[in-house]
């Protein structure tokens, strides 16, 4: 084994919360391999990477990396491995994101509402996404930021506990909710400060971040479920993806099922067939 990548294995890298951790050349190589990467472009790349990274360098820059050499890579995998910037380019309102979540919990199996008004017993609330499934209910708090090292802090927790005791509250003795169950969510693109993780586990509140829990984060729900937003594909532009957006179009699986939506935009034919196949590509 190359003494310089064994060496780098132990090289302290910044996260975008600011914390550093361990270089993982694992953890590199299962991110491009879930991104759909062929095992010999994944070598190629990882030992790029362990080759040329130096102690301090941040996991924006080793991503920004990675991503142009998988650029090379002549398969949809270079799109799925921008995903997590793909999320941060939805924006400027966090209203497709409570959309996108809104779908995630659909394919869970949920009925979903994106952006209800809803009595509590002391004033009413606006809930982000509320999920329903048999007696089972999820009040859901998206937190969008478009910039990655934004950290949501503890006041966004306690924040929503209390509007979720408050609307539980209410709930709990109308008919309609007899025996329901209700849990609250929130849910970010970026990351939560540990007093927030420390807080939600104590008050039984549900957390979602890019990787957190793990194993259970955004990334993975996203790749199994194939909810990949239109703001990784290629051949649209970014006034095209934000045409889109404003009329509630997030995912491609989403632009699939309503693909008259293009019109609007009137695509050379050549773009929309190149559109299509790239679609089908990152769906399948």
Known sequence: MDNSN????????????????QFSPKKLERSLTNAGALDETVQKIVSDIENWITPGITTREIYSRAFSLL?????????????????????????PFEVLIGQLFHHKGFETEVGIIVAGSCITHEM????????????????????QDKQVSIQVPLYVRSRVNDIVSKREVMPEFKEFTFTGWVVTNTHFSPDCIQYAKCSGLNLMTWSYPEGNGLKENIEKYKLYPITVLENLNAKEKQQLLNQGIVSCVQLLERFDSLNSLELMKSREVALVKELNEICR
């Open 6 to 21: 064994t060496e780098n294995r132990f090289i302290l890298i910044k996260k975008a919360s600011g914390y550093e951790e």
């Open 128 to 147: 982000d996404v509320i999920a329903t499934q048999g007696k089972d209910q999820h009040l859901v708090e998206c937190k969008y930021h478009k910039d």
């Open 71 to 95: 650029k090379h890579d002549k398969t949809t995998s270079s799109l799925r491995y921008h995903l997590k910037q793909a999320i941060f380019e939805m924006g400027p309102t966090g209203y």
